[in-house]
């Protein structure tokens, strides 16, 4: 039951969130608390995302540690005796199962020339860089609609006077009849 | 209205939270062979950034140069919201009598503190942008940071005071720089006769790279610094506008 809830817990937060958003755009009367709830609404949509790219306790984010180092192909290329194997050379032993096996077994000394061989990152090890980056850029498109919101409802306040959306209705019909 | 919003919510919330609860169907959190995170796409970026690029922050890399369209409109998208707001609110009326804010003397404590903590914030900005390759960090937040220390600026003072260092003309022509500045690492390969957006060519162009994977990681900072330039001025045109209810003088 314990495994269950850790499991899910994120989920039911995300559509708590997502639900309490939702209805505060829908119910709520003034517009400013509208807009808070499109942003209650927005947060919980990148929460969904963030959590669906956490992965088992042993990852972490999706930045190689030391600097890439380990996994540099140019630092690897810079510590090997022969410095002069080219890129494609590289990138046709990757395509090799037979060479990969190698490449996991004896670093470096394989008999292509010495070349050190990075290594290969595992996926299991980190975080799915895919949805971060996504949200990444959600998070500056929200701000950017927020900042457009708050300018068109303080134009409404300026034209209308008040922000609540009933007496909003009724200003505007009255224009509209006369 | 607001029970009936009440009833409706509470049911898609609770089909919502049946359809998430099932542990066939739904996937756990931190499963590493959910298809989120057992997809090619995303198993490819996590093996071969650093192969391609030599950038070891992933994020980085998916964000400037696998994913270069999106990121280049979604810069695209923060320009058109900040002219949007100009568009929207900006007034060249003469101000109201209720909008006359007396040009007070900043307090002592604010001002020496703000005075130490602007360099230090703007520094941070571009360590921000700089290192958004190997560490948490780049064009966006970096230039949402850059952006706050001019708004300090603008609260702290008044807004002419900010105006004078960063002009509302200088920030819009800003905007456009950074988008401009972001086509151009897109426009120069296609000279050279590969795709746009795909900086592996502009090894021939770009000084101190020998190679494509860094002549992709220096255009990936290149692009970086064009979003930079976007987000730093949309933000500042954003607070000076709401917050001057389009007028540009006075303010909070």
């Known amino acids: ?178 | 209205m607001k029970v009936l919003t009440g009833i409706v919510v509470t049911f898609v919330g609770l089909l919502l939270l049946y359809g998430v609860s099932d542990p066939e169907d739904f996937p756990a959190w931190g499963d590493p062979h959910s298809p989120a995170n057992a997809s090619p796409i995303s198993q490819y970026f996590i093996q071969k950034t650093i192969r391609d690029s030599e950038v070891p922050n992933m994020v980085t890399a998916v964000l400037a140069d696998y994913r270069g369209y999106d990121t280049m409109f979604e810069t695209v998208v923060v320009f058109v919201a900040g002219i949007a707001i100009f568009g929207v609110i900006r007034s060249y009326e003469q101000e109201d009598v209720e909008l006359q804010v007396s040009r007070r003397r900043p307090d002592v404590i604010p001002k020496r503190t703000v005075r130490l903590l602007i360099p230090i914030i703007q520094i941070f900005a571009l360590y921000v942008l700089a290192h958004g390759h190997s560490s948490p960090g780049g064009g966006f937040q970096g230039g949402v940071i850059m952006g706050a220390s001019f708004i300090m600026i603008a609260l702290v003072w008044d807004l002419e005071t900010a105006l004078k260092r960063f002009s509302e003309k200088l920030a819009i022509a800003c905007a456009g720089i950074g988008i401009l500045i972001y086509a151009a690492f897109g426009l120069v390969p296609m000279f050279y006769g590969d795709e746009f957006l795909n900086y592996g060519i502009l090894y021939k162009v770009l000084p101190a790279t020998d190679s494509r994977e860094m002549a992709r990681y220096y255009a990936m900072l290149g692009v970086e610094v064009g979003v930079m330039f976007t987000v730093t001025s949309v933000m500042y045109l954003i607070y000076a506008l709401l917050a001057t209810r389009g007028r540009m003088k006075g303010g909070l």
Do not use: C
Request: net charge negative; charged share 20%.
């Open chain 1, 1 to 178: 039951m314990e495994e269950f809830i850790q499991s899910k817990f994120n989920y039911w937060i995300y559509v708590l969130l997502m639900m309490l958003g939702l209805w505060g755009m829908i119910a709520k009367n003034n517009l400013i608390k509208k807009l808070i709830g499109m942003s209650i609404f927005q947060t919980a949509i990148i929460l969904f995302y963030v959590s669906v790219a956490v992965k088992s306790e042993e990852s972490t984010i999706p930045i190689l540690p030391h600097h890439g180092h380990d996994y540099s192909f140019k630092y690897a290329e810079k510590h090997a005796k022969h410095a002069d194997h080219d890129h494609d050379d590289h990138h046709g032993h990757e395509k090799d199962p037979h060479h990969k096996e190698e490449k996991h077994g004896a670093h470096g000394a394989s008999g292509h020339g010495g070349v050190a061989h990075p290594k290969i990152p595992k996926p299991d090890n980190f975080a799915n860089p895919l949805p971060h980056v996504l949200m990444l850029t959600a998070i500056v498109v929200g701000v950017a609609i927020l900042g457009l919101a708050l300018a068109i409802s303080q134009k409404i306040y300026r034209h209308y006077g008040t922000l609540e959306e009933d007496e909003l209705l009724k200003k505007v019909r009255a224009e509209d009849n006369g």
